[in-house]
């Protein structure tokens, strides 16, 4: 790893490292185009060329049907929490998971275009789990059900695809392509590209075409999933270089043995992690048996002065961003696809050296 560091950072977030070589070496001259792809108009074929690989390599890895289109967009996984609403919930209702910051902010935002129903609220034990299918209460007039399949500060994840009449919408904007998904069963899937896909600057969302055409009026043209899908996300410049990254990225999951070959290696992570944890008489896990994330693993002390001291030696140990988030303290290690095996038993080992001398 030479002067690498292990990067626990919930997003932006560390990118493999055969990744980052491989863009070094096209970054001057691509493919003997003689300019990068910084540099490269959206419109020209070569540029269109990585574009389409691009997008036909994210249909491949994530099994996407031909019902659904893959858009690579902009504004963040945040500009989503009003163009769900917006372009999907037709002035009427929709129902609202809340397991954590980011669908409570979804909800707040989709209530100024309909009537938001929460399905369920984990807010006050802490956003420590995930509700059980039985605990969820679905609306008749609802015309989708929103949920974010991985809570990035919480650290819980759902372990279950939620069963209703409406179309499901998900924020995957921290587990997707990390294991399989049955893209079918979505009538959405959405997520910001930080994480486990590119560089900060793309949104991919994957819509059932079906579910086009249905946006209020005064969407704006760049935010309506309809004129998304006809222009091929070429309404405007997309963000080309990011979109070239996730290219490549994609390959990079095929040498893993696809998504399910990254799950097998994900599970193997966590599991560690939390086993160091749970083994150790220090360390708490934050989330409940069962809601555990297996991408964002959140633990305290239960001592604020104890964990700063570990976030203050990790440094030592060659980590970083192990910091919990501002809103819940305590530490977080994210260990996205990208993390190396290694720099988690290092972590694990670093928890047991850490439980011993305090
Ligand atoms: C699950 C989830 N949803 C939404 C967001 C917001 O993403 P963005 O900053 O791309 O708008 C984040 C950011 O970390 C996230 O983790």
Known sequence: MQDRIYNFSPGPSVLPEPVLKRAQTELLNYHGSGMSVMEMSHRSAIFEEIFSDAKAKMKEALQVPDSHEILFLQGGATLQFAAIPMNLMEGAAADYAVT??????????????????????????????????????LSEDAKYFYYCANNTIYGTEWQYIPETKASLVCDMSSDILTKPVPVEKYGLIYAGAQKNMAPAGLTVVIVDKRLAGREQKFTPQIMSYETMIRTNSMLNTPPCWCIYMLGLVCDWLESQGGLAGMEKVNVAKANML??????????????????????????????????????????????????GHR????????????????????????????????
């Open 100 to 137: 954590g910051s980011f669908s409570e902010k979804a909800a707040k935002e989709a209530e100024k275009y309909g009537t938001v129903h929460i399905a369920c609220s984990t807010k006050e034990s802490g956003h420590d789990h995930i509700p059980p299918q039985e605990a969820l209460q």
């Open 274 to 323: 939390y086993q160091a944890l749970d083994e150790s008489k220090l360390f708490t896990v934050s989330a409940e048996p069962g809601s555990r994330s297996f991408m964002n693993v959140t633990f305290r002390t239960g001592n604020e002065d104890l964990d700063a001291k570990f976030v203050k030696e990790s440094a030592d140990w060659g980590f970083t961003n192990l910091k």
């Open 327 to 358: 809103s819940v303290g305590g530490m977080r290690a994210s260990i996205y696809n990208a993390v190396p095996v290694e720099g988690v038993e290092k972590l694990c080992e670093f928890i047991r050296d850490f439980d011993k001398k305090n």
